[in-house]
T-cell receptor, first 108, second 116 residues
Framework: EDQVTQSPEALRLQEGESSSLNCSYT??????LFWYRQDPGKGPEFLFTLYSAGEEKEKERLKATLTKKESFLHITAPKPEDSATYLCAGGSQGNLIFGKGTKLSVKP | GAVVSQHPSRVICKSGTSVKIECRSLDFQATTMFWYRQFPKQSLMLMATSNEGSKATYEQGVEKDKFLINHASLTLSTLTVTSAHPEDSSFYICSASQHGRSGGYTFGSGTRLTVV
């Protein structure tokens, strides 16, 4: 069964304290590993798509990496405005299989 | 970039009534649209997939007679929750796909449905 598991469920950081979010996946016929940011009461906002193991993508303080079984979202020197839920999803046969997300809180 | 507009953002309705949610792709033609449901602290659960001009494909356990999906054009899909009950209260999110685009799934802002 296709599955995407994210850890930790919640993460509290001090401003400037770097960390990583994990996404483990077992998705048959994976067609892309997606990262989204979701703010409360809003729809997911696209961050990255990774297609092959070893691929890395960066955007401001965020860097996403991909292996054959996992993806990591690295957050370098986070700011309070980075607080949100980060969702990971595996693309398969035209739709997305989502994890439950990691709720990130960054305190000033 | 691609924008998907979803309306309304919030709706409160009485039990037994029907509610329609609209999802529009504003600057691209969406070959496929998806409807998700999200409960608090849970992941987005795919309800159905629709392609323009054809019937929607519903996920297992989703009642197609209760959640009516219409995708009449390449820029508009609607979800109608019929005879709503309190257990239908949830956050509904649409997504539109434009084949060939990197990160080609764009999400609407979601609709918070409360059935009283």
């Amino acid at each position: 069964e296709d599955q995407v598991t994210q850890s930790p469920e919640a993460l509290r950081l001090q401003e400037g304290e770097s960390s990583s979010l994990n996404c483990s996946y077992t998705v048959s016929g994976l067609r892309g590993l997606f990262w989204y940011r979701q703010d409360p009461g809003k729809g997911p906002e696209f961050l990255f798509t990774l297609y092959s193991a070893g691929e890395e993508k960066e955007k401001e303080r965020l860097k996403a990496t991909l292996t054959k079984k996992e993806s990591f979202l690295h957050i370098t020197a986070p700011k309070p405005e980075d607080s949100a839920t980060y969702l990971c999803a595996g693309g398969s046969q035209g739709n997305l299989i989502f994890g439950k997300g990691t709720k990130l809180s960054v305190k000033p | 970039g691609a924008v998907v507009s979803q309306h309304p953002s919030r709706v409160i309705c009485k039990s037994g009534t029907s509610v329609k949610i609209e999802c529009r792709s504003l600057d691209f033609q969406a070959t496929t649209m998806f409807w998700y449901r999200q409960f608090p602290k849970q992941s987005l659960m795919l309800m159905a997939t629709s392609n323009e001009g054809s019937k929607a494909t519903y996920e297992q356990g989703v009642e197609k007679d209760k959640f009516l999906i219409n995708h009449a054009s390449l820029t508009l899909s609607t979800l109608t929750v019929t005879s709503a009950h309190p257990e239908d209260s949830s956050f509904y999110i649409c997504s539109a796909s434009q084949h060939g685009r990197s990160g080609g799934y764009t999400f609407g802002s979601g609709t918070r449905l409360t059935v009283v």
